[in-house]
């Protein structure tokens, strides 16, 4: 433990989870923990709030630390970057660290994936997750961002667009010729629990988070593609090419952006089919950027960034360092 006791604290909220680390200044992970999403525009913000003062105190506890022994918070959530969540996660986050002896950032939770990549605060990422967004940050802290508009206005090519396309088509197949004993709506239904289609207005409509309960359906729709079913596939290859479209209208208004690489974050990343898919699709549009695909979760890029807030440099020692100690709390 440093003498000091200043530790930087990088956290990464999203719609499904919010993960949190607490480190020392010398890239030192120190304790991680998880709990649920904390995005305002899908859950109720006392609930968030609520949760993420609970999940920061566990933080603390993990490595016997106490509120004034933070230095730095840099707090990467979704909506982050909008002037009124912003105000409100500051007050929040304020009310638990005392601001004169604690740097508090609070951004966007696409800073925290593209750093995860680039070990920066700058460059492209594309976030296909439970929500999908693409994002930028130039030399000058500049942003420009293509998506993220949530899932009632967009998040065209995420988990929640899978889902919600394979529910779709499930509807429709059913309002046409009835039950449909199918592999592809019944794999989906035993992934509910449910028997028929009818069940799915319920489920849904009263399920107290539909929206991660609808992106839960993309897992099903991704083995069902790689199992070579057709409807599965053409779902994630619509999918891919919403991500593309994006990508090709970012480097359309960010020309600079033409040699940049492109850090890939979000579950369906993580998947081998989803990323050959996207492949092909950047292929066949011309899109030659290399891809980043991060050894390190977004929460590690959050730390990151805090150690950055900090003014300390990002050495490539310090990186090791970083993915190391990361790695050994994590495989415990």
């Known amino acids: 433990?440093?003498?000091?006791?200043?530790?930087?604290?990088?956290?990464?909220?999203?719609?499904?989870?919010?993960?949190?680390?607490?480190?020392?200044?010398?890239?030192?992970?120190?304790?991680?923990?998880?709990?649920?999403?904390?995005?305002?525009?899908?859950?109720?913000?006392?609930?968030?709030?609520?949760?993420?003062?609970?999940?920061?105190?566990?933080?603390?506890?993990?490595?016997?630390?106490?509120?004034?022994?933070?230095?730095?918070?840099?707090?990467?959530?979704?909506?982050?970057?909008?002037?009124?969540d912003k105000e409100r996660w500051e007050q929040w986050i304020s009310f638990l660290f005392p601001a004169s002896s604690c740097k508090i950032t609070i951004t966007n939770d696409a800073v925290a994936a593209l750093t995860s990549g680039t070990f920066t605060q700058q460059g492209l990422v594309v976030i296909a997750g439970t929500g999908s967004i693409v994002y930028a940050v130039g030399k000058n802290h500049q942003v420009s961002r293509v998506g993220g508009w949530g899932y009632l206005l967009g998040d065209e090519g995420s988990g929640y667009y899978i889902g919600q396309e394979a529910l779709r088509l499930i509807t429709r197949h059913y309002d046409a010729i009835g039950v449909n004993e199918d592999l592809f709506t019944a794999t989906i239904m035993e992934q509910l629990a449910l028997k028929n289609p009818t069940e799915i207005i319920t489920h849904v409509y009263e399920h107290p988070?539909?929206?991660?309960?609808?992106?839960?359906?993309?897992?099903?729709?991704?083995?069902?593609?790689?199992?070579?079913?057709?409807?599965?596939?053409?779902?994630?290859?619509?999918?891919?090419?919403?991500?593309?479209?994006?990508?090709?209208?970012?480097?359309?208004?960010?020309?600079?952006?033409?040699g940049d690489s492109i850090v890939l974050c979000g579950g369906l990343f993580e998947n081998f089919y989803f990323v050959q898919c996207f492949r092909e699709k950047l292929q066949l549009a011309k899109i030659s950027n290399q891809l980043i695909q991060p050894e390190v979760p977004p929460v590690i890029g959050a730390f990151v960034n805090g150690l950055l807030s900090e003014g300390i440099p990002i050495t490539e020692a310090l990186q090791r360092k970083v993915k190391g100690t990361w790695m050994s709390i994590h495989e415990k």
């Open 1 to 84: 433990m440093p003498l000091n006791r200043e530790y930087i604290i990088g956290v990464d909220g999203g719609g499904t989870r919010t993960r949190a680390v607490i480190g020392t200044r010398k890239g030192e992970v120190l304790a991680f923990v998880e709990g649920a999403g904390t995005n305002i525009k899908s859950t109720p913000p006392d609930e968030v709030r609520l949760h993420i003062i609970k999940l920061l105190a566990t933080l603390l506890q993990k490595i016997d630390a106490t509120n004034n022994d933070i230095a730095a918070v840099f707090l990467c959530v979704a909506g982050g970057d909008r002037q009124l």
């Open 209 to 258: 988070q539909p929206r991660v309960l609808i992106a839960s359906v993309a897992r099903v729709v991704l083995r069902l593609a790689e199992q070579n079913n057709d409807r599965a596939q053409k779902i994630i290859e619509h999918a891919a090419h919403h991500l593309t479209h994006f990508i090709q209208i970012m480097l359309k208004k960010e020309p600079q952006l033409k």
